[in-house]
């Protein structure tokens, strides 16, 4: 009896630990995964699991992930081509199947560049999927609001998930009327569009945003100049994960910013954004970071791919840039970059942002990123050969750097106020972009040269 009272006990423990085993298990798993009514359009997209749903935070509509002031936060995903319905490669390859991006004739696979063929030949395809309008709400507590311009996670929104590549057109067309009824009512003086970089998903993102557009804004109600800005900012998949393997995903994510520059955010700037401008008076500035600001270089210059040439934005803006210097050098690099040489055409000024503090820069030891001293120190050396056209300014707080109203190509060395790492990143000063006097070195340049 002893002996199987003690049996019967053992059971019992065993029981206890194999449910308890179980209910952990359970909870790993359904936290690995976003709100219940994503997981079957997630599963259709491939973008299930906790590595991929950061980049989709909005579509849970939780509301905890918003913007600080009104603007639209349009975010980009990833998936494979057929699980979207976007063009097969060897269609690309062999039949012109990027033409709904509006690419000239002479953009084809043959006559484009080895670079620009490597970075659209990705087995997987960038997909519009989401679109997100944050407003003031005039209630008895003004607040920020979120509304839902386009879900591709909700059947409401897209029927069919393998319509998610050709739905991003209609949208993005949609957008434009959008833009325009925004535009017009609240007199947009500026229009603005950002994009942050490597290793930030959507929620990261906007908190970025929010760090920096904030400062910028209160730094313009000081001033007397009539500022009344739209903000637009376009969220990628910019990393693997958190683990140390993420670190391996430098390559595959520098070909991802080129890729969506040359595409969505190519046709975002270029004939949703600009066209507006013949219609409504403003200015156009284009901001972004690390690979965020490879993205926002290449989606202005590649107005040079489509039938028809736009407006050039009035400023462009990349702090801390990891793409090289030599892309804007008919000489140098490894090869040609005809549409960053004649810049001219697509941007009336563009400010580069340098530290001598930016360790991550340095990694990029194939070239000489933007972003990096080395890069002012070569134009230095060699101001009318390899980089004629490119200006430096040392960039001083005490007394404040001036900026004159003449279009201009800068590289700026701000390393006096670029110094310091930033919470929880590394690479040095990299990150260290959201303090007040980045923010008023942009304003510095937005009053210059666009007033």
């Not at 991003?168 to 003086?189: P, Y």
């Not at 490879?294 to 989606?299: D, G, H, I, P, Q």
């Not at 990029?364 to 890069?375: E, L, R, T």
Request: charged share 25%; glycine share 6%.
């Amino acid at each position: 009896m002893i002996r199987v009272e003690k049996i019967e006990l053992i059971l019992k423990i065993m029981k206890k630990i194999i449910i308890s085993i179980l209910t952990i298990i359970l909870t790993v798993l359904s936290s690995c995964s976003s709100s219940y009514f994503l997981k079957e359009r997630e599963t259709e997209f491939g973008t299930k699991g906790q590595k991929k749903w950061i980049f989709h935070r909005l579509s849970d509509r939780d509301k905890g992930t918003t913007l600080a002031f009104p603007g639209y936060i349009l975010g980009i995903e990833k998936a494979h081509r057929s699980r979207i319905g976007a063009p097969s490669r060897q269609s690309i390859h062999k039949q012109n199947g990027l033409e709904k991006f509006d690419f000239d004739q002479d953009n084809t696979w043959e006559s484009m560049p080895k670079r620009k063929r490597k970075v659209l030949d990705d087995k997987k395809a960038m997909f519009v999927s989401s679109i997100h309008k944050f407003y003031h709400r005039n209630t008895s507590i003004n607040r920020i609001d979120v509304a839902t311009i386009y879900d591709s996670y909700d059947a409401t929104y897209l029927k069919r998930s393998t319509d998610a590549f050709k739905q991003g057109f209609d949208e993005l067309n949609d957008f434009k009327t959008e833009l325009a009824r925004n535009v017009s009512k609240n007199k947009i003086t500026h229009v603005f569009l950002f994009s942050m970089g490597w290793n930030s998903d959507q929620q990261e993102a906007i908190r970025n945003f929010n760090s920096m557009f904030l400062k910028i804004i209160n730094i313009a109600n000081k001033s007397k100049k009539e500022f009344r800005p739209l903000f637009i900012g376009i969220t990628w998949p910019s990393k693997w994960n958190d683990g140390f393997s993420n670190i391996f995903s430098f390559f595959n994510k520098t070909n991802d910013a080129d890729e969506i520059g040359m595409t969505w955010a190519n046709y975002l700037l270029n004939k949703v954004i600009l066209p507006q401008k013949n219609i409504n008076s403003f200015k156009t500035i284009v901001v972004g970071h690390s690979f965020g600001a490879k993205l926002t270089s290449r989606a202005t210059m590649s107005a040079s791919m489509l039938k028809e040439e736009t407006t050039p934005i009035d400023l462009l803006i990349n702090l801390q840039s990891a793409y090289s210097l030599n892309r804007y050098s008919s000489t140098k690099g490894i090869e040609p970059t005809s549409d960053y040489v004649n810049w001219k055409k697509y941007a009336n000024n563009i400010a580069l942002i340098c530290s001598k503090n930016d360790k991550a820069v340095k990694a990029g030891f194939y070239a000489p990123f933007a972003g990096g001293i080395k890069s002012y120190n070569k134009v230095d050396k060699d101001m009318k050969g390899d980089y004629k056209g490119i200006e430096l300014i040392k960039y001083s707080v005490t007394p404040s750097t001036d900026f004159n109203s003449e279009n201009q190509l800068l590289l700026i060395d701000a390393s006096e106020i670029i110094k310091r790492e930033a919470y929880k990143k590394g690479g040095g000063a990299h990150s260290d972009i959201y303090n007040e006097d980045v923010a008023k070195l942009i304003w510095n340049l937005i009053s210059s040269k666009t007033y």
